[in-house]
């Protein structure tokens, strides 16, 4: 094991952030009557000081290196096992030892440092020129220590991971979720050319059959905007944490959502609604958004309600909120599915259609979310499944300020939206 100067700092670094160790080293040196205490990085070649308690000025300072095998640490991280040392030049076994004589030391302890994971950091050593006694008790809490310092190098090793980890996932998000939104954004200059090209022949052709064609070409196009929009949204929102909302005082929140109702009317002359749209005050809100969850409620009631059977969709004031209704007959949503029904991506199983990308709902509640509301679903055989949307009137919410990230999105895509969408009501 060679490590790098970068893997060096780092391991400095490391002891540096225990804040415990100068206390130990100073709790070593008092105890043994040593003066000098260290924790060292110890590698196949290199003795790196990392933390030092210095009280006979040897000059060894954090970062300071020694050739290993200067060092007794060598034969201690190839027994990995404590050495100890009282009286060196009385000692049989190291009297004659080339590193007490080189550095002049008689006393001497140094206890390997190893992580959980088994690799051998270093050792945690102290030594002085004066022989010391040192009884098992100071070996055993220079073993302690040593297995403290690893546990806490081990949690940050832990930690370091983690946030890495956290780093990647983040990124790895944010990265999807702009690719989906210039994806979006790419898509919207052939679509409004096939949008354009639709109507046009709309216009010129005679032939019933060839006109039939090109209203598929338009109504298609329209269907491939709403799911570009959904897609953007969901990318907007991911990025910014949620769909910004732009508030003001609605006077006619009727007219809105009667606009809305009456274009699926128009779209779908053979759906029936049954509505009644009662708001008698203002209503602070973002009324676009509003409609985009009427036009999203009511849009997934007709597609997986009971053929045939009428759709009810109501808004009325209760209290200090704003009630948004919208219900349907047909089979129930399982209960094992109601919590996820507005999840990203979430369609209903039971439905046999499964068309749009499963955003609707999604986006609804985070609409909803925006204006500090609350959305829930029931649904039963019996009763029919509802969606409610609840609006508080009072108060203002304070939204938070879109990401970088977000403003430049909006800021690329926006001129093609309006175009389309410009389009689109124009020859509506």
């Known amino acids: 094991?060679?490590?790098?100067?970068?893997?060096?700092?780092?391991?400095?670094?490391?002891?540096?952030?225990?804040?415990?160790?100068?206390?130990?080293?100073a709790v070593l040196c008092e105890v043994t009557g040593m003066r000098f205490a260290v924790v060292a990085r110890v590698t196949d070649t290199n003795w790196t000081a990392c933390a030092v308690q210095?009280?006979?000025?040897?000059?060894?300072?954090?970062?300071?290196?020694?050739?290993?095998?200067?060092?007794?640490?060598?034969?201690?991280?190839?027994?990995?096992?404590?050495?100890?040392?009282?009286?060196?030049?009385?000692?049989?076994?190291?009297?004659?030892?080339?590193?007490?004589?080189?550095?002049?030391?008689?006393?001497?302890?140094?206890?390997?440092?190893?992580?959980?994971?088994?690799?051998?950091?270093?050792?945690?050593?102290?030594?002085?020129?004066?022989?010391?006694?040192?009884?098992?008790?100071?070996?055993?809490?220079?073993?302690?220590?040593?297995?403290?310092?690893?546990?806490?190098?081990?949690?940050?090793?832990?930690?370091?991971?983690?946030h890495a980890a956290l780093l990647d996932e983040r990124a790895a998000g944010e990265l999807r979720e702009q690719f989906i939104a210039i994806l979006g954004h790419d898509l919207r200059n052939p679509l409004q050319a096939i949008y354009a090209g639709g109507e046009l022949l709309?216009?010129?052709?005679?032939?019933?059959?060839?006109?039939?064609?090109?209203?598929?070409?338009?109504?298609n196009a329209r269907r491939m905007s709403s799911l570009i929009d959904d897609v953007l949204d969901f990318a907007r929102g991911r990025l910014g944490g949620g769909i910004g909302v732009a508030l003001t005082e609605v006077g006619n929140v009727n007219l809105g959502l009667t606009t809305v109702i009456q274009e699926f009317l128009d779209a779908q002359p053979g759906?029936?609604?049954?509505?009644?749209?009662?708001?008698?005050?203002?209503?602070?809100?973002?009324?676009?958004?509003?409609?985009?969850?009427?036009?999203?409620?009511?849009?997934?009631?007709?597609?997986?309600?009971?053929?045939?059977s009428p759709v009810k969709i109501t808004a009325t004031v209760e209290d200090n909120d704003l009630v948004l209704e919208v219900w349907n007959a047909g089979e129930p949503i399982p209960p094992e599915s109601i919590d996820k029904i507005f999840e990203p991506f979430w369609r209903h199983s039971i439905s046999a259609s499964r068309d749009g990308l499963g955003l609707g709902l999604h986006i609804c509640s985070q609409i909803v979310r925006a204006h500090e509301g609350r959305i829930s679903v029931t649904s039963t055989k019996e009763h029919g499944t509802q969606f409610t949307a609840r609006l508080p009137l009072l108060g203002a919410p304070q939204m938070p300020q879109p990401s970088l990230a977000v403003r430049a999105l909006n800021r690329e895509l926006h001129p093609h939206q309006s175009a389309l969408n410009a389009a689109i009501s124009v020859s509506s």
């Open 1 to 25: 094991m060679n490590d790098s100067p970068e893997d060096i700092r780092r391991a400095i670094a490391a002891i540096g952030r225990i804040d415990a160790v100068p206390t130990l080293l």
């Open 202 to 219: 709309e216009r010129k052709l005679k032939d019933p059959a060839l006109l039939t064609i090109a209203g598929h070409i338009r109504a």
């Open 271 to 308: 759906c029936k609604i049954i509505s009644n749209i009662n708001v008698n005050r203002s209503v602070r809100c973002d009324l676009g958004r509003l409609q985009q969850v009427a036009s999203n409620l009511l849009g997934n009631a007709l597609t997986h309600g009971l053929a045939c």
């Open 54 to 162: 210095d009280d006979i000025h040897l000059g060894v300072k954090p970062g300071g290196e020694l050739a290993v095998h200067t060092t007794l640490c060598i034969e201690s991280r190839a027994t990995r096992s404590p050495i100890v040392i009282e009286h060196a030049s009385a000692d049989p076994n190291y009297r004659t030892h080339h590193v007490p004589k080189l550095y002049k030391i008689e006393s001497y302890v140094s206890v390997p440092i190893i992580l959980a994971d088994g690799c051998y950091f270093g050792n945690l050593c102290a030594l002085d020129p004066s022989p010391a006694k040192i009884p098992p008790r100071i070996v055993a809490m220079f073993t302690r220590f040593a297995t403290l310092i690893a546990a806490q190098l081990d949690s940050q090793l832990v930690q370091e991971r983690e």
